[in-house]
């Protein structure tokens, strides 16, 4: 672990603001950036995409302000961007900002990066061609047959991978397929054997503990804000790419199920409702995740951003 950087003199930790979608993460995050003289590096897998800033709730100018933002807008939609590639471009960023003497904030919801970074986990194959390859063997036959003969084949292969997946989740029972075929080792062997090599950087997470009934409402409010803010418009550009529906970008909750008020199959409420449903499915998911790291996770009471970017601050101290 990396700790020869002047940050270090100060604080002993790297913040890292996680939890589920609409807890405020962003606002507090910000906030530590500019206690700390900080700069906020996003671990979010629908973030990165170009374009797609309503649905993905996507800081604003006017929140960034002049705090550096990093790993936000990096790819073109329908571009395939896996957690090896967010580490090998984050870690260096994260390296350069402890470099000037800047702390480095970490914010973000998807639990693989946050994983990643916190555990120091490599998920990368050694054989990235191979692995290409048979993602693209993988998807033409998902294309033919559907997942459900996929899915089948993991339960086979990889039982412990096929309890953790849904089996609608088509591009990570593809990507833990594609492991087996390029390495010859499943998806579950080679991520314990990834945790060999121990994090970068000491990274410590936090979240803030919402009641769920209150966050729900959040969900609900931020959901209609969206709507109003360009959702639909986003949604029909990101159809009118043509994109495959098995790439990362249409996992992102708000953009499918906008599909059937397009092609005038159910009204605008509807849809939004549906958003709504999901959302509040994801967030549990990512609850769900967040309390299986048990006291990795530091919990701290919903507050004002400033009190609690003070307390995280002590806390990495």
Same mark, same amino acid.
């Given at each position: 672990?990396n700790?020869s950087f002047?940050?270090?003199?100060?604080y !002993?930790y790297?913040?890292v603001?996680?939890?589920?979608?609409? !807890?405020?993460k !962003?606002a507090?995050a910000?906030?530590?950036c500019?206690?700390?003289?900080?700069e906020l590096?996003?671990a979010? !897998?629908?973030q990165?995409?170009?374009?797609?800033?309503?649905?993905t709730a996507?800081?604003?100018?006017?929140?960034i =302000?002049?705090i550096p933002?990093?790993?936000?807008d990096?790819?073109e939609?329908?571009?395939?961007f896996s957690?090896?590639d967010?580490?090998?471009?984050?870690?260096?960023i994260?390296?350069?900002?402890l470099?000037?003497g800047?702390?480095?904030?970490?914010?973000?919801?998807?639990?693989q990066y &946050?994983?990643?970074?916190?555990?120091?986990?490599?998920y =990368?194959t050694g054989?990235?061609?191979?692995?290409q390859?048979?993602?693209e063997?993988l998807?033409?036959e998902?294309?033919?047959?559907?997942i459900?003969?996929l899915?089948?084949?993991?339960?086979?292969i990889? #039982?412990?991978?096929?309890?953790?997946?849904e #089996?609608q989740?088509?591009?990570?029972?593809?990507?833990?397929?594609?492991v087996?075929?390029?390495? =010859? &080792?499943?998806f579950t062997e080679?991520n314990?054997?990834?945790k060999?090599?121990?994090?970068e950087?000491?990274?410590?997470?936090?979240?803030?503990?919402?009641?769920r009934?209150?966050?729900?409402?959040?969900i609900?409010?931020?959901?209609?804000?969206?709507?109003?803010? =360009?959702l639909?418009?986003?949604?029909?550009?990101?159809?009118e790419?043509n994109?495959?529906r098995?790439?990362?970008?249409?996992?992102a909750i708000?953009?499918?199920?906008?599909l059937?008020y397009l092609?005038?199959?159910?009204?605008?409420e509807?849809?939004?409702?549906r958003?709504r449903?999901?959302?509040?499915h994801?967030?549990?998911?990512?609850l769900?995740?967040?309390?299986?790291m048990g006291?990795?996770?530091?919990r701290?009471p919903?507050d004002?951003?400033? &009190?609690?970017?003070q307390?995280?601050?002590e806390?990495?101290k």
């Amino acid at each position: 672990m990396n700790t020869s950087f002047k940050i270090f003199e100060k604080y !002993s930790y790297i913040p890292v603001i996680a939890g589920p979608t609409a !807890s405020g993460k !962003s606002a507090l995050a910000l906030e530590i950036c500019r206690k700390a003289g900080g700069e906020l590096v996003c671990a979010d !897998s629908m973030q990165i995409y170009k374009g797609l800033d309503v649905g993905t709730a996507k800081d604003t100018k006017e929140d960034i =302000g002049d705090i550096p933002h990093y790993m936000t807008d990096i790819v073109e939609p329908g571009m395939n961007f896996s957690v090896y590639d967010y580490v090998s471009t984050a870690l260096p960023i994260i390296q350069d900002i402890l470099e000037r003497g800047r702390l480095p904030v970490v914010c973000g919801g998807t639990g693989q990066y &946050i994983s990643s970074l916190l555990y120091g986990l490599d998920y =990368g194959t050694g054989d990235e061609e191979a692995e290409q390859k048979a993602t693209e063997e993988l998807t033409s036959e998902y294309e033919q047959n559907g997942i459900e003969p996929l899915f089948e084949r993991l339960k086979e292969i990889d #039982p412990e991978a096929a309890e953790k997946i849904e #089996p609608q989740n088509t591009r990570r029972v593809i990507r833990a397929l594609a492991v087996y075929k390029a390495l =010859g &080792i499943t998806f579950t062997e080679k991520n314990k054997r990834s945790k060999d090599k121990g994090p970068e950087y000491p990274f410590k997470v936090f979240m803030i503990d919402w009641d769920r009934e209150v966050l729900y409402d959040r969900i609900n409010r931020r959901v209609g804000i969206m709507v109003s803010n =360009g959702l639909v418009e986003e949604a029909k550009m990101l159809r009118e790419l043509n994109i495959s529906r098995t790439s990362t970008c249409w996992q992102a909750i708000g953009y499918k199920e906008m599909l059937k008020y397009l092609d005038g199959e159910e009204s605008l409420e509807e849809a939004a409702d549906r958003i709504r449903i999901g959302t509040r499915h994801y967030a549990k998911r990512q609850l769900t995740w967040l309390r299986s790291m048990g006291g990795d996770v530091t919990r701290i009471p919903p507050d004002d951003p400033e &009190i609690n970017a003070q307390k995280v601050l002590e806390f990495c101290k």
